[in-house]
């Protein structure tokens, strides 16, 4: 049996997919840049601007899961030529994660979105809303709540349909082990939109912690961006913040149900979750 490649076995949702492929019995190649200890899985190192990271990373290898290089503002000059060469090692099926807000041909991303058809037989493209981690992992917004009680967005009164990255590594283990894949691009919510006001209320009511949203405008969040990314890249980051605070979040999606046959999880058990474990 060939195995599973996990790029970014570290991150949210690589390392969570690359746990629940294993508990579920498939061979899984564990790939980041110190190589990443999953239960289970063979760690492999693996860089994305060291290709000599990739053959090894390749072998023995017909399914992949794609994580884009963090904070890449052209990840398409970066993972297309590893596309390329996974194409060649004997890779079928490839689902690569990208995002609600870009679609195929799109800015970032998007580019490896629209090519992903032509270069594999079987893909899927996973677009996730933003994560429920992002308040409690390890996100700036988690960061600042913690440290300041503060979440700090440009999103206005603008909601999102924010979605646990369990659900989104539930979803990437059907895409990519069904015996047919998706075949298309995967829009991922939870089962309601909320505000950042709304996730600061639940912090309070849930957490028993004081939460405020402090509002700042899209030139504000792309200057405070700017002193930690390429400029480049924060204006891309304030943007998203800008389109949610214009609607273009406010949606729910069923495709979690549709794909795991259960419903995807509220933010009040993640962050339920999130409190007791802490």
């Known amino acids: 049996m060939n195995a599973v490649l996990v790029v970014g076995a570290t991150g949210t949702t690589g390392g969570r997919t690359a746990a629940q492929l294993t508990a579920a019995g498939h061979r899984v190649k564990a790939a980041s840049r110190r190589g990443a200890a999953v239960l289970g899985a063979e760690s492999?190192?693996?860089?994305?601007?060291?290709?000599?990271?990739?053959?090894?990373?390749?072998e023995g290898v017909d399914r992949v899961y794609l994580l884009p290089p963090p904070g890449e503002s052209d990840p398409a000059s970066v993972m297309l030529p590893f596309l390329d060469r996974a194409r060649d090692a004997g890779v079928r099926r490839a689902v690569l994660l990208s995002s609600s807000a870009i679609p195929a041909g799109g800015p970032a991303v998007g580019a490896v979105h629209r090519a992903l058809p032509e270069l594999f037989p079987e893909w899927a493209v996973l677009r996730p809303c933003w994560f429920m981690q992002n308040f409690t992992?390890?996100?700036?917004?988690?960061r600042s709540i913690r440290e300041e009680g503060v979440v700090l967005s440009a999103t206005a009164d603008g909601r999102v349909g924010f979605v646990d990255a369990e659900d989104i590594a539930a979803v990437a283990v059907r895409a990519l082990t069904d015996r047919e894949a998706p075949g298309t691009d995967l829009v991922l919510t939870g089962p309601e939109t909320l505000s950042y006001d709304d996730v600061?209320?639940?912090?309070?009511?849930?957490?028993?912690?004081?939460?405020?949203?402090?509002?700042?405008?899209?030139?504000e969040l792309s200057a405070r961006l700017t002193e930690q990314v390429p400029s480049e890249f924060a204006a891309l980051l304030a943007g998203l913040d800008r389109a949610i605070a214009e609607g273009a979040e406010d949606r729910v999606s069923d495709t979690v149900q549709r794909v795991t046959g259960r419903p995807p999880r509220t933010f009040r058990a993640h962050l339920g979750d999130a409190v007791r474990t802490a």
């Open 137 to 142: 992992g390890d996100h700036v917004h988690a």
């Open 200 to 219: 600061a209320a639940l912090f309070a009511e849930v957490a028993g912690r004081s939460v405020v949203h402090r509002r700042v405008s899209y030139e």
């Open 44 to 58: 492999v190192a693996f860089d994305w601007y060291e290709p000599a990271t990739h053959a090894a990373a390749l």
